[in-house]
């Protein structure tokens, strides 16, 4: 097991912030993985497997966020997440 944290800064683009369903998708996109997944805003570290904690983010627009990953398949993880950031939310918020 992969002990290396993956740390990267992904960037909210969606235009109303990580609401409800942004964070499903995360959760969902996540979920798929074994690794740990955090993202962290702030002093304030969520679960990315749980919609719930993300929805603590309070991440509006334009939010910088640090995403890290430990575990097994964790540059997968990573590349999954990041993409989601990148495309996937954007996309689905126009």
């Known amino acids: 097991m992969s002990q290396m944290?993956?740390?990267r800064n992904v960037?909210?683009?969606t235009e109303h912030g990580l609401h409800?369903?942004?964070c499903s998708?995360?959760?969902q996109a996540a979920l798929k993985f074994r690794s740990q997944i955090w993202l962290t805003k702030g002093s304030v570290r969520a679960d990315a497997?749980?919609?719930l904690d993300l929805m603590t983010?309070?991440?509006g627009p334009g939010a910088e966020?640090?995403?890290e990953v430990t575990g097994d398949d964790a540059p997968e993880a990573v590349e999954a997440i990041?993409?989601?950031f990148e495309y996937d939310l954007v996309s689905a918020s126009s």
Do not use: E, F, G, Y
């Open 49 to 51: 497997k749980s919609v």
């Open 5 to 7: 944290i993956h740390r």
């Open 65 to 67: 966020l640090t995403l």
């Open 25 to 27: 998708r995360v959760a």
């Open 11 to 13: 960037i909210v683009r």
């Open 82 to 84: 990041l993409h989601l």
């Open 57 to 59: 983010l309070a991440a």
């Open 20 to 22: 409800l369903s942004p």
